[in-house]
């Protein structure tokens, strides 16, 4: 396999070079231009897409710059403004024109001269943007974006106090690692404790959300929001019955292996009764694992460990590390999470995360690397559209990336019984985020289906989600009043609504990579590779044939997927 990391800026040919986004009056005559054009010859259409694109290129980059900066430093006040400034007076001005251009675009004559295979899923889109274009929501969608940021605000300031010294909640986790189960259980209190002063204002924030959210999609003649957003999302090969289908296929196929790992779990550290302070904690006499001491201890072992899967993947890190795309260390201020946030014209990626030195950290790098890989492939597509790929694919990316570099995890671990540990670690979670994914996308369908809800409605819908997809083992009993808003914490709730069943049915494309893996290696990572390459030119089941998979999360799908799992986990 012969690629590149060298990735080049896209040289700029209808733009100047020296432009720069700041308002929309210098932003505006480009898009008259593009309007005004004659486009009923091949060539002019031709040239009209890839001056729209990079267009687009350098207006995405300018919003991307502007979020990640934010999200770098919630508390710097001139970072929210430049960022409300994009949502508030420029995105809203561009939104019409696009819908113009995308109405032009289709009504040129010269458009059946367009290759079909190639342009057929970007021409699918802009039909999509036709269709769900409304005037009146470009207010809503301004105000949506601009609130959905304050989630990153709220839980970016939470901190907690341990023996004497303030942590974030990322890095307090790391306690819950420690041999001292009074300790461990001290933190968990603190942590939730923490959640829960802030309850109120993230009930009240999602509130708002929804009602903006609903309204959009009645706008857009939906009954509700969930089925407005399948559509936004561009699901056009699975529908809701097959979200519900997921569901159940995960209680059957999928709580029972749950139950054996936590069951293990407790037996590990001789307990009656295992809970959820446990989870994290090793048996007496086990040092947890250490796998990184800093962000750049953690960016020269996770770029040694690509490069020995395959020289490329390495050469990405170290092109982000040389372009400055990195920010990887929790820190007090900073939002939650992590993303690989691709930038159109640089090519090059940035990665955030909150590393505090655990395992799970190290996962989190390695999937976010592998977002990073699809960046770099799909950068030389000739149209910013071509690289806006299904995200059922993208996390494919993430996910192979996780098990394809288990086995060089040696650059983390220096003892072969560590590296043993961090191979069960990351499969026991492969098969334990299950459950997780089924009740955080079951919860939307309900969320969305019933907008008037109240909180007491939610509340109660949201334990008996958690109760349908309880395992046997972990004890909460005392615990029922963190576990009632426990839904807050994740992040996709409030900033990237129903993204979530795609980690699902990534997961399982991810286990067919690594099955791939396991019987040849090379073939594996090529079509790793050259699916990534094309971007979103293909639909998402010819782009699983092209990784050598199939486009199938069916209930036995599940079951065979998690047999191989559990085979691999008994072999450790």
């Known amino acids: 396999m012969n690629y590149s990391a060298d990735i080049k800026k896209t040289a700029r040919r209808f733009l100047p070079e020296n432009f720069v986004?700041?308002?929309?009056?210098?932003?505006?005559?480009?898009?008259?231009?593009?309007?005004?054009?004659?486009?009923?010859?091949?060539?002019?259409?031709?040239?009209f897409l890839?001056?729209?694109?990079?267009?687009?290129?350098?207006?995405?980059?300018?919003?991307?710059?502007?979020?990640?900066?934010?999200t770098c430093d919630t508390q710097n006040k001139e970072l929210e403004e430049a960022f409300q400034f994009f949502c508030l007076e420029i995105q809203p001005k561009i939104q019409p024109y696009s819908d113009a251009l995308n109405k032009k675009l289709l009504a040129s004559p010269a458009l059946a001269a367009l290759d079909h295979d190639?342009?057929?899923?970007?021409?699918?889109?802009?039909?999509?943007?036709?269709?769900?274009?409304?005037?009146?929501?470009?207010?809503?969608?301004?105000?949506?974006?601009?609130l959905q940021q304050q989630y990153g605000q709220i839980t970016g300031a939470m901190t907690v106090?341990?023996?004497?010294?303030?942590?974030?909640?990322?890095?307090?986790?790391?306690?819950?690692?420690?041999?001292?189960?009074?300790?461990?259980?001290?933190?968990?209190?603190?942590?939730?404790?923490?959640?829960?002063?802030?309850?109120?204002?993230?009930?009240?924030?999602?509130?708002?959300?929804?009602?903006?959210?609903?309204?959009?999609?009645?706008?857009?003649?939906?009954?509700?929001?969930?089925?407005?957003?399948?559509?936004?999302?561009?699901?056009?090969?699975y529908t809701k019955d097959e979200c519900?289908?997921?569901?159940?296929?995960?209680?059957?196929?999928?709580?029972?292996?749950?139950?054996?790992?936590?069951?293990?779990?407790?037996?590990?550290?001789?307990?009656?009764?295992?809970?959820?302070?446990d989870l994290e904690a090793e048996p007496e006499g086990i040092t947890p694992l250490q796998p990184f001491t800093s962000g750049e201890d953690l960016l020269k072992k996770s770029t040694d460990c690509f490069r020995k899967l395959n020289p490329f993947f390495g050469d990405c890190l170290e092109k982000m590390k040389q372009m400055n795309h990195l920010d990887l260390e929790s820190r007090q201020g900073k939002a939650p999470g992590g993303y690989n946030c691709p930038l159109a014209e640089s090519g090059a990626p940035f990665i955030f995360m909150n590393a505090a030195g655990q395992m799970h950290d190290v996962t989190t790098m390695v999937h976010e690397g592998g977002h990073a890989i699809h960046s770099f492939l799909a950068h030389d597509l000739p149209l910013s559209g071509f690289k806006e790929y299904p995200m059922e694919i993208a996390e494919v990316a993430s996910m192979s990336m996780e098990l394809f570099s288990m086995d060089y995890w040696d650059s983390f671990f220096d003892k072969p019984?560590?590296?043993?540990?961090?191979?069960?670690?990351?499969?026991?979670?492969?098969?334990?985020?299950?459950?997780?994914?089924?009740?955080?996308?079951?919860?939307?369908?309900?969320?969305?289906?019933?907008?008037?809800?109240?909180?007491?409605?939610?509340?109660?819908?949201?334990?008996?989600?958690?109760?349908?997809?309880?395992?046997?083992?972990?004890?909460?009993?005392?615990?029922?009043?963190?576990?009632?808003?426990?839904?807050?914490?994740?992040?996709?709730?409030?900033?990237?609504?129903?993204?979530?069943?795609?980690?699902?049915?990534?997961?399982?494309?991810?286990?067919?990579?690594?099955?791939?893996?396991?019987?040849?290696?090379?073939t594996a990572l090529r079509n790793y590779c050259e699916v990534l390459k094309l971007g979103g030119t293909r639909t998402l089941p010819e782009l699983y044939k092209t990784a050598g998979l199939e486009f199938d999360f069916s209930p036995e799908k599940i079951r065979i997927l998690m047999e191989f799992v559990k085979e691999e986990l008994d072999k450790l």
């Open 21 to 47: 986004v700041t308002d929309w009056t210098s932003l505006e005559p480009y898009f008259k231009d593009l309007l005004d054009r004659d486009i009923s010859t091949l060539k002019n259409l031709t040239q």
């Open 50 to 70: 890839h001056d729209q694109s990079e267009l687009e290129s350098v207006v995405s980059e300018d919003a991307c710059w502007r979020q990640i900066k934010m």
């Open 118 to 146: 190639t342009y057929f899923t970007y021409l699918r889109n802009v039909k999509k943007s036709i269709e769900l274009f409304r005037e009146e929501n470009i207010p809503l969608q301004a105000e949506i974006a601009v």
């Open 161 to 237: 106090e341990v023996n004497g010294k303030e942590y974030t909640l990322q890095q307090a986790g790391k306690f819950l690692q420690n041999h001292d189960r009074t300790l461990r259980e001290q933190v968990y209190f603190k942590i939730q404790e923490r959640r829960s002063k802030d309850k109120n204002s993230l009930d009240e924030l999602f509130d708002k959300l929804i009602a903006l959210r609903h309204k959009e999609a009645v706008n857009a003649g939906y009954e509700n929001y969930r089925d407005y957003r399948f559509k936004e999302l561009g699901r056009f090969d």
């Open 244 to 277: 519900y289908a997921f569901h159940e296929a995960v209680k059957l196929h999928v709580l029972p292996l749950v139950n054996e790992i936590y069951k293990r779990k407790k037996d590990s550290l001789s307990l009656e009764t295992l809970r959820p302070w």
């Open 417 to 522: 019984s560590d590296l043993q540990r961090a191979k069960i670690h990351q499969l026991e979670r492969v098969i334990t985020i299950f459950p997780w994914i089924a009740i955080i996308d079951k919860f939307q369908h309900w969320i969305y289906e019933h907008p008037n809800h109240t909180h007491a409605e939610r509340t109660n819908q949201w334990v008996s989600i958690l109760a349908e997809f309880k395992d046997d083992e972990i004890d909460y009993i005392g615990l029922e009043n963190f576990r009632s808003n426990a839904w807050q914490r994740q992040l996709h709730l409030y900033e990237v609504p129903f993204y979530y069943i795609e980690y699902g049915i990534a997961q399982l494309g991810a286990i067919g990579m690594w099955m791939q893996y396991k019987k040849d290696k090379d």
